[in-house]
């Protein structure tokens, strides 16, 4: 007669996908299919391993898992790999996993899930699980940070710089902090507050970072149903080095470098066109915003 423990007992009962972008992260001379086949294996999970071809694939992939009944659906890559996966997962009964491979892994930091591979994997197959806010702006879902402004702008150009890292993007944020100048905009918040202002950066934090580390919204929690609003309206030279301090140490909220709200729906009004970013990747530009939160919208394993 067989018996299990009770973590066996779980594993038999949670299927898990893992969806891989081979293009995610600065390693690419990993065989990491092979890596993810050897630890899922002595984890003793049921899993199967999905590879992305094309931008929007993850979605995709992400639903159909879902749809097979994998229990818990793997982003294996950056934060716009994760994004993608946890579109396809909104309203499924899978759960959203992450494998961080990019660079900055701005929600598996959020939710404290290793940054190294074995780890990550153990954690995928160990599973437990808690549901977590998730926004939208102008139809465009987030689960870590969106914004208008400089970030966006970083964000475009650093796309199109052809290496990725860490290194890449602080040289672009350099360059383009010379050239930028912030745009006047109307934001209105949930509570009736009415906001004149200039726009460097006007970020809606979900959680608490970017990525890398870099904390644009410390306080923010992922189950409170409520957005962090954190707007710059002008960066000079002195603010730009108290705000970089506050970013790196997580004191940007109380640095005097940027004014912070919470709101559950905000909408902004921009005198020109500004480009807006959802988890890290530049969408568009645009002069109209609704953003918006869905409390408790996505599980996540943990």
Known sequence: ???????????????????????????????VPTLLTRYATAAGAEFEIQLTQRAGHATELAREAAARGCRVVVAVGGDGTVNEVARGLLGTPAALGIVPRGSGNGLARHLRIPLDLPGAVRRACQPTFQHIDAGRINGHWF????????????????????????????????????????????????????????????????????GNNAYIAPR?????????????????????????VGLALGTLATS???????????????????????????????????????????????
Do not use: W
Request: negative net charge; contains cysteine; proline residues 4%.
């Open 143 to 210: 689960f870590c940070t969106a914004g208008l402004g400089f970030d966006a702008h970083v964000s475009k150009m650093f796309a199109q710089a052809g290496t990725r890292g860490l290194s890449t993007y602080v040289k672009v944020a350099l360059r383009e902090y010379r050239r930028y100048r912030p745009v006047p905009v109307q934001v209105q918040l949930e509570n009736a507050l009415l906001l004149d202002t200039h726009c460097y950066v006007l970020a809606f934090a979900n959680a608490a970072q970017y």
């Open 1 to 31: 007669m067989l018996s299990y423990s009770a973590t066996q007992l779980l594993f038999l009962a949670v299927r898990i996908c893992f969806i891989l972008n081979p293009t995610s992260g600065t390693n690419r001379t990993q065989d």
């Open 220 to 244: 923010a929690d992922i189950q409170d149903g409520l957005l962090d609003v954190c707007l710059i309206d002008q960066l000079p030279m002195l603010r730009a080095v108290r705000v970089g």
């Open 256 to 302: 005097g470098g940027a004014a912070y709200h919470t709101s559950r729906r905000i909408q902004v009004e921009a005198a020109h066109p500004i480009g807006f970013h959802v988890d890290g990747d530049y969408v568009a530009d645009a002069t109209r915003f609704v953003v918006e939160l869905e409390p408790l919208a996505l599980e996540v394993a943990v």
